[in-house]
């Protein structure tokens, strides 16, 4: 399974932004699937996920109200729009998937695959 993250960009305090994630060699139907960020210095963290049907959704507390993950199996596309970003969701965002379809965990020891990562800059 290879994944594609795209969307990143540098934008103020505020703005939006929407991540898309394609992934290729696998249908997105049969895959768990989230984001996580890395920040410069600072360890890699939960962003969201999303299981294989989108009926089960987890968030990290800090993003909850501002970031929606969606998908389109159809597209084999995983989505994360991100809403009045602030200087600290700064970061490399990594799409990341797991075959363990139900699954939408928080731990990153859980997934199998992961994509390149995009930059996300938010100034002040």
């Known amino acids: 399974v290879q994944l594609q993250a795209s969307g990143g960009g540098l934008v103020q305090a505020g703005d939006s932004l929407r991540l898309s994630c394609e992934a290729s060699?696998?249908?997105?139907?049969?895959?768990?699937m989230g984001w996580f960020r890395q920040a410069p210095g600072k360890e890699r963290e939960f962003v969201a996920a999303?299981?294989?049907?989108?009926?089960?959704?987890v968030y990290a507390d800090s993003e909850k109200g501002r970031f929606t993950i969606s998908r389109d199996n159809a597209k084999n596309t995983l989505y994360l729009q991100m809403n009045s970003l602030k200087p600290e969701d700064t970061a490399v965002y990594y799409c990341?998937?797991?075959?363990?379809?139900?699954?939408?965990?928080?731990?990153?020891?859980?997934?199998?695959?992961w994509g390149q990562g995009t930059q996300v800059t938010v100034s002040s």
């Open positions: 990341t998937a797991t075959r363990a379809y139900w699954s939408a965990s928080k731990n990153f020891q859980d997934y199998d695959y």
């Open positions: 060699g696998r249908t997105t139907s049969r895959l768990g």
């Open positions: 999303m299981s294989a049907n989108g009926v089960s959704t």
